[in-house]
């Protein structure tokens, strides 16, 4: 009836009762539920008539640590350049170490063939006199010579030892710059850009040696009479080659830098056939992987349009 008493019943087991500390007139959050007393002692908090909920200030920047705000780009610049040159020896191994995992020393005969060469050449040396003469006589390029004696030198001088480098650490470059270009390019690209490029490398000492006779500017004198042998030529035109191919930029920056600080440091006549090399490896690549896949596809679109 509408004038019964309304009176405060129990609340059943399935309803929640009121909260402890929940009283009549107590401050509510944002939640719904009653305010805890530190809320209400905090000095900080809302004042009467403010809207509830309280917020935090945000940080002043200046209160930030300076040095370390000058550090994160160093740090950034520092992890993004450590990641760049990950990635590049990664690229650059994974065919090499996939190739000789499944395949053992078969995947790079021709390598082994070269290193090979070069120690026969090396105890062929170490038999002096008559084993150093010969050498010499079939490998041991020399630019004061003659032109038709030297071109029938240039195959063998390849794989000679050179003079200022002992024969373990030829075999050693050939083996892994050459290993490395074989299982990328196969042994016929591989051998090929090596051959053209010691022999274009020495007619350029030749063209060296020709220009400080009339212009008094190139290589020195006594290079006329320096044995001009080895196969480093060939390893770094082939890692230059190998790397803009891959676009493995830091194998290109490596070696660029090693062999022109070589030539800056020991101004001879090695060190200027180096920078030699790396220019050859450069023009390979614009060659054969830019100039060549373009003027065939120019050819197909003629063939088929026509």
Known sequence: MANDTVTERTPGPA???????????DSVDGSGRPGSPADSADPAGPAIGDPVGTTTAPADPDALDVPERHRAPVIRFALAVGRTFARDMVVFFSVPVRELRTRKLMAIPCTLLCVLTIGILWILELNRPHGLAFVLDVAGVRQGEPIWKLLP????????PAPDLPAWGAMTQVLIAFGIAECWLGWKRMIMIAMITSAVTSMAARVMVYASNWLHIGTPQIDNFQVDTG???????LLIYLALRLRTYWVVALTAVSMGGEAAILPNLAGREHLVAISLGIITY?????????????????ATSG
């Open 153 to 160: 030198q240039l195959p063998l001088s390849l794989f000679a």
């Open 231 to 237: 196969p480093s030529v060939a390893v770094v035109s």
């Open 286 to 302: 614009f060659l054969l992987d830019r100039w060549w896949p373009a003027w065939k596809r120019r050819r197909i679109q003629r």
């Open 15 to 25: 309803e929640p009762g009121p909260e402890p500390g929940g009283e009549l007139g």
